[in-house]
Every structure is written in C-alpha cells, then in structure tokens.
T-cell receptor, first 111, second 115 residues
Framework: EDQVTQSPEALRLQEGESSSLNCSYT??????LFWYRQDPGKGPEFLFT???AGEEKEKERLKATLTKKESFLHITAPKPEDSATYLC????????????FGTGTRLQVFP | GAVVSQHPSWVICKSGTSVKIECRSL??????MFWYRQFPKQSLMLMAT?????????EQGVEKDKFLINHASLTLSTLTVTSAHPEDSSFYIC???????????FGSGTRLTVV
C-alpha cells in the first residue's frame, strides 16, 4: 500500500538549534515529492518539489534533499517564526495529481 | 505566483442545514481541483476530484450525495455539504495544480463547525 510516513511527529527546538525532519515513502514510480508548511488554521504553503534522488533545494533556513526512499528537510539555525507543521506529499501514482500526505511534523522553535 | 482563494474561512451552521464552500483560481485556469478534509492533528485526506465540465470523482468512503461538488467554470469549484451533522465538522481545503506543475497550490481552508 502506498504510504508516506513522517518523523518525528513533534519537534521542539531552541532558537539556533539545527535539526532534520524525515519523510519516507513507498510509492512506486515517484513523480515528485512535495514539502509544505502549514500554520494553524491555514492551508498548506508550498515550499519545495524534488524530482530525483540526489536533488537538493534550499530556501532561507530550509534545505530539502531526496533519496530513493526518503526525503529530509534540514532546518539550519531556526527562528521562532519557523514554528509550523511541515508536511510532505507525493502523487499517488505516476499518472495522477492526487496527493498522499504524511501526517506531518509539528515544529516548535523557542527563543 | 498561482493563487487559490477559498471562502468562507470559517462557518458555523446548524445540524441539518447545507453549507457551500467556494474555491477560485485567481490567476490561472484549473480544469481540475481537489478537495481535502483535515481533522485536528491529522493530515490532509483527499475527498474528491473536481473536474470542469464533468462529474466529480469521489474517494472511497466519501458520500457523493452529502458532499456535492460543482466545477462551474475553469476558475471556480464549489463544495456543498448537505444536511450537515456535527461529525462533518472539519477543516476543508481545496487545491489546484498550477500551470507550471511545480507544486500544487492550496486555498486557505474553511473551518466548518456544525452545531
């Protein structure tokens, strides 16, 4: 069964304390892996798309990487405003736009 | 960038009444839109695919007669929750694939509370 699993479920960091979030998937024929940020009561905000193993993308304090089985979202020197839930998602199959979402990682960054 | 607008952002309705939620693509045309539901501390679950000019397709377990979807134009899809009950209370979010296919754009979500 196609699955997307994220870990940890929750993460508490001190401001400036770098860490990584994990997203593992079992979907065959990957056609892109997406990272989103979701603030409470809001829709997901697009961060990155990764298409092939070895690919990396960066945006401010965030860097996403992809292997054949998982993706990491690295957060360098986080700030309190980085606090949010981070979701990863993959298309259900190669020829569909229907996404399967992971359960997310709730990140809290304390000053 | 591609923007999807969703209204209302929150709504409270009485049990047994119907509620309509609108999803608009503001700067691009969307022949397909997706409707998701999210319960507290859970992830997004796809409910249905809205197709312009044809019937919506529903995921297994989603009642098509309760969740009516109309894709009236290339920029507008609506979700109507009919005969709402407290268990329908949830966060509903729409999404559309943008023209450049680099990341799906989501609306801001609608918090539905049925009392």
């Amino acid at each position: 069964e196609d699955q997307v699993t994220q870990s940890p479920e929750a993460l508490r960091l001190q401001e400036g304390e770098s860490s990584s979030l994990n997203c593992s998937y079992t979907v065959s024929g990957l056609r892109g892996l997406f990272w989103y940020r979701q603030d409470p009561g809001k829709g997901p905000e697009f961060l990155f798309t990764l298409y092939s193993a070895g690919e990396e993308k960066e945006k401010e304090r965030l860097k996403a990487t992809l292997t054949k089985k998982e993706s990491f979202l690295h957060i360098t020197a986080p700030k309190p405003e980085d606090s949010a839930t981070y979701l990863c998602a993959v298309p259900r199959s190669y020829n569909t736009d229907k996404l399967i979402f992971g359960t997310g990682t709730r990140l809290q960054v304390f000053p | 960038g591609a923007v999807v607008s969703q209204h209302p952002s929150w709504v409270i309705c009485k049990s047994g009444t119907s509620v309509k939620i609108e999803c608009r693509s503001l700067d691009f045309q969307a022949t397909t839109m997706f409707w998701y539901r999210q319960f507290p501390k859970q992830s997004l679950m796809l409910m249905a695919t809205s197709n312009e000019g044809s019937k919506a397709t529903y995921e297994q377990g989603v009642e098509k007669d309760k969740f009516l979807i109309n894709h009236a134009s290339l920029t507008l899809s609506t979700l109507t929750v009919t005969s709402a009950h407290p268990e329908d209370s949830s966060f509903y979010i729409c999404s559309a694939p943008p023209p450049d296919s680099h990341g799906y754009t989501f609306g801001s979500g609608t918090r539905l509370t049925v009392v």
